[in-house]
DNA sequence: TGCAGTCATGTAACCGGTTACGGACGGTCT
DNA sequence: AGACCGTCCGTAACCGGTTACATGACTGCA
């Protein structure tokens, strides 16, 4: 058996397809008896309305492409958990496209999208914005998170990396730390690059005349404990530690414990996103809201896709500090709060 | 400038439609320098194919459905990885729709996909089988995950949930454990259910004499730190926990160290899935690979679309049991794998 | 020269919906 | 009776591709 098709309804029920059409999607001009009828016949042959010929026809498709890096575990999780609340709240399907590092995937990958979204979500905090601009088709309503650079044509959201690392190392300076190091991210990655930005600015305002210190990292747990060790062989005077994200922030906590040095009384932790690890960890941290993210992405697009008018088109994510065990000693908790 | 169209195309390159069609999709029977000026002509006009049109007139979308109840972090995660990371191999989006625990939104869900979608996965460990077998447009394919029963004319991947408890139970009692509480997942729940099941027949098996203990909870790590306080107020000679799954053995491992008691010398605690945070937490777990069945559900679902015939219906994935330090003393690791 | 066969191309039907337009019908008002 | 209106419904065009079939040009061969 065939899938049945509005004809065969029509037939069925002995009327024209435009009266099938009419009855179930409920316009007002239609007999209540024809519409009984039609309804009948559509329930006797299981009748489906076909999506992609609706979409069609219709030019309209009520899915949002998502184009995102192969990202990891809980930032994947939560952002597309986030998107998907609000897009299923809003009527929207979400059609899903890793974009893995290959790079030209890319361009494929949104081609392919066309005609069967209506709006698209791109995150690529990787990706050279003109590439982006000649892959996105123009006439596609795209939102981009994380995007290396403000593209002032498309409308974005981002996390404000600087101000949460401005916070970070204003708290640890607060607690008492004065040679800080900073774990960094992939140079290519432009969260990374704003962090480490901000730690800079942080340390020239909070820590005037000392230096920073930089161990480059890639956002693995290796390179947290890589940085541990490099610790651990020639100290440097480190009595503190931001690191781009938890993951490294977490490998570093955990090769520094098992190497017998206390956290936080000889070295103080601080990391980026909070990831749920974190609070068993007890790691302080910046903590990003990602489903959050996801969430006011999908409903900005909406909301264009619909016809409102954005007032701002670069929107920043706010991180807020979250104190822990890293930087605090059992029951001082509070005390960070008033440091500096 | 509204998007340009295959008409637009072929009256640029002064052909018809059917030139540029069989142009752009490489089919042989077109001169080459037809298929220059085709070319030519699509790459002025920025012309993108229509995915919608082209999937309506090949009644083919290469797009597979993937319809989830609204779970937590890490298995959501990774499985939707799994599934993209496989998908995007084989060619093929994912059409992302979470169907929230109302319930009647699982019908909605799946008639929307019917057009867009070449075959469907779903997750429903909660979902009665009658209901989805009649939600299901028949002619669909459909590869069921964790679905509550094996319904014997789908498809399906399900993990042996009996077995690793099984396994974990045998351990706990192969490290000396005797008095060995379950604190259980939600009813509704097939793989709590199945989990539960394992470790009645276990205890029956490798503790015989010994009755068990049941303590009711619901997958979250509240439920684990509940069963932990009720264990401090009454001990009632408990000296080994399963959780049917790792948040709640986190709940109850937190909260018992909190008070004092020692883990695993005076309580074992064994969870259920491996979520990254066991690793850190040093908790012994039953792993299961969920990227993994993720991409085995697409690989499975697609050999089908492609006419592969199956021989196994049903099949089940076998947890692993990872032994660390909650079962086991710092350096007493491998006497759990002799043990018994 | 005429005919069969090959190749490149165009015409139009089709996928499965939506909807502009117009026709048929019945009622109301002058 | 005739003009006018409103309601319900059917015909057919359309969305943007693919493709069966027809057509015409060209080749090779008798």
Redesign the interface.
């Known amino acids: 058996?065939?899938?049945a098709t509005i004809r065969d309804v029509a037939r069925r029920a002995k009327v024209s397809v435009a009266s099938v059409s009419r009855a179930l999607n409920g316009l007002n001009n239609v007999r209540q008896a024809t519409r009984d009828r039609v309804i009948a016949a559509a329930n006797e042959l299981?009748y489906?309305?076909?999506?992609?010929?609706?979409?069609?026809s219709l030019s309209r498709?009520?899915?949002l492409g998502v184009v995102l890096p192969d990202l990891h575990?809980?930032f994947?999780?939560?952002l597309?958990?986030g998107m998907?609340?609000e897009a299923?709240r809003r009527g929207y399907?979400?059609?899903?496209?890793?974009m893995?590092a290959e790079g030209d995937?890319a361009p494929t990958a949104l081609?392919?999208?066309?005609?069967?979204v209506d709006g698209i979500l791109v995150m690529a905090p990787h990706v050279p914005p003109e590439m982006l601009e000649q892959a996105l088709?123009?006439?596609l309503p795209a939102l981009l998170i994380n995007a290396p650079v403000e593209v002032p044509t498309r409308p974005s959201i981002r996390i404000d990396n600087e101000a949460g690392a401005q916070a970070a190392i204003r708290h640890l300076v607060g607690i008492g730390c004065r040679r800080i190091l900073h774990i960094a991210g992939p140079e290519e990655n432009i969260d990374a690059r704003e962090r480490a930005e901000g730690y800079f600015k942080a340390m020239a305002r909070y820590a005037p005349g000392i230096e920073p210190l930089l161990f480059p990292g890639n956002f693995e747990e290796e390179a947290g404990e890589a940085a541990a060790r490099d610790m651990l062989s020639d100290r440097r005077g480190v009595d503190g530690v931001f690191a781009a994200n938890d993951m490294m922030a977490?490998g570093c906590l955990?090769t520094l414990r098992a190497a017998g040095v206390q956290v936080p009384d000889e070295v103080a932790i601080a990391g980026f996103d909070d990831v749920?690890?974190a609070r068993?960890?007890s790691l302080t941290t910046c903590r990003v809201r990602i489903a959050e993210i996801g969430e006011r992405a999908v409903a900005r697009l909406v909301d264009r896709l619909e016809g409102k008018i954005e007032r701002v088109l670069n929107e920043r994510h706010q991180p807020e500090l979250v104190v822990r065990g890293t930087t605090a000693g059992a029951n001082s908790d509070e005390m960070a709060e008033h440091g500096l």
């Open positions: 058996m065939a899938e299981g489906v309305p076909h999506a992609g010929a609706r979409s069609l498709a009520n899915a575990g809980e994947f999780s939560e597309v958990r998907d609340r299923s399907f979400l059609l899903l496209s890793n893995h995937q081609r392919a999208m066309h005609g069967r088709p123009s006439t977490i955990q749920p690890m068993y960890l």
